[in-house]
């Protein structure tokens, strides 16, 4: 008698549990977003704490609105080619500016191993010689993706916009920059694939969690994950959880796990801003001359080496 009485209690309680679900909203996220910001994933080292003072930044937006971002490296006058949008200061969340989107470790930098950037310099190194192929290039210099759609989603001064299509079965993320879309599948019995099967920008479900959506994400391709790869049969885990917030923003919040490229699991909060648009095309391959005209010189020296004999 025991027995049934704790189970028609239990049943009860599931039967209340499924109600309010059916009858809970489910939020809507539809709509055109923006992170355009002169916050970005990986802090400036320019500014010292997550959230610095109001003089602090004060000074870095006076110094940085409008103006192209200073490139390491970049010989060509690549930034100064570019239509930045940088005419939005720092982030802020919770009422703090915000130096990187990176919250944890706490100097705001992803946290590889020494091994990954050890990989990482050599794959550099190599991208400034190699131009045997368009495959010995960078999968965003081949218009194959890029790290805007994610995950985790990122920003990079320009066509920092994003477009979400909700359906009870699935929801969808396009990013303007690189027209990326990326299909999250929502379900909380659905599978990843097997390990072996990859996929670009990974394979995404989802679940709701009350007004959060969210989002764990595997199965990336080698080339995908952040850092040189290791280990191909290695994989990355990013786990994102998005929430509507007040102002008509939302609320976007990341980790990601990978323990052959990071030291530990790195965490990470965004705001995304609703805008008005629109999303204009991203065509990237069919305006990608730089891909041909540095094959074509590499092709040009090569001849030229050999016209000149040993």
Same mark, same amino acid.
């Given at each position: 008698m025991k027995a049934l009485v704790l189970a028609g209690v239990c049943l009860a309680a599931l039967a209340a549990q499924e109600a309010a679900a059916k009858g809970?909203?489910? &939020?809507? $996220? =539809?709509g055109l977003w923006t992170n355009n910001? $002169?916050?970005? $994933? !990986? @802090?400036?080292?320019?500014?010292?704490?997550?959230?610095?003072?109001?003089? !602090?930044?004060?000074?870095?937006?006076?110094?940085? $609105? #409008?103006?192209? &971002?200073?490139?390491p490296g970049d010989t060509v006058g690549g930034a100064e080619s570019e239509y930045w949008e940088t005419d939005v200061g720092l982030a802020r969340i919770r009422g703090q500016a915000r130096s990187s989107w990176i919250v944890s470790p706490a100097d705001g930098k992803i946290p590889y191993t020494a091994a990954a950037k050890a990989a990482n310099k050599a794959r550099g190194d190599r991208y400034k010689t190699n131009? =045997?192929?368009?495959?010995?290039?960078?999968?965003? !210099?081949?218009?194959l993706t890029t790290e805007a759609s994610g995950p985790p989603l990122q920003n990079g001064g320009y066509n920092d916009n994003y477009e979400i299509v909700q359906t009870p079965g699935a929801i969808a993320i396009y990013a303007e920059f690189n027209h990326d879309? @990326?299909?999250?599948? /929502? #379900?909380?019995g659905l599978r990843h694939p097997p390990a072996g099967e990859r996929r670009w920008m990974g394979d995404s479900i989802g679940h709701w969690e009350g007004r959060t959506l969210v989002v764990e994400t595997t199965n990336f391709m080698p080339a995908e994950m952040m850092g040189a790869p290791l280990d191909p049969a290695e994989d990355m885990t990013v786990v994102e959880r998005i929430t509507p917030i007040a102002g008509d923003q939302l609320l976007y919040e990341f980790r990601v796990t990978d323990p052959v490229r990071f030291v530990q699991t790195w965490r990470g909060? /965004?705001?995304l801003r609703r805008t008005k648009g629109p999303i204009y095309e991203y065509a990237c391959h069919e305006g990608n001359y730089s891909m041909v005209n540095m094959l074509q010189g590499a092709r040009d020296a090569e001849a030229a080496a050999r016209k000149a004999g040993p």
């Open positions: 809970a909203r489910t &939020p809507r $996220l =539809d910001s $002169l916050t970005s $994933l !990986e @802090r400036d080292d320019e500014l010292k704490t997550l959230s610095p003072s109001s003089a !602090e930044v004060g000074a870095y937006e006076a110094k940085h $609105l #409008g103006k192209a &971002p200073q490139i131009f =045997d192929g368009p495959e010995a290039r960078r999968a965003s !210099e081949r218009c879309v @990326r299909v999250i599948r /929502m #379900g909380r909060e /965004m705001v």
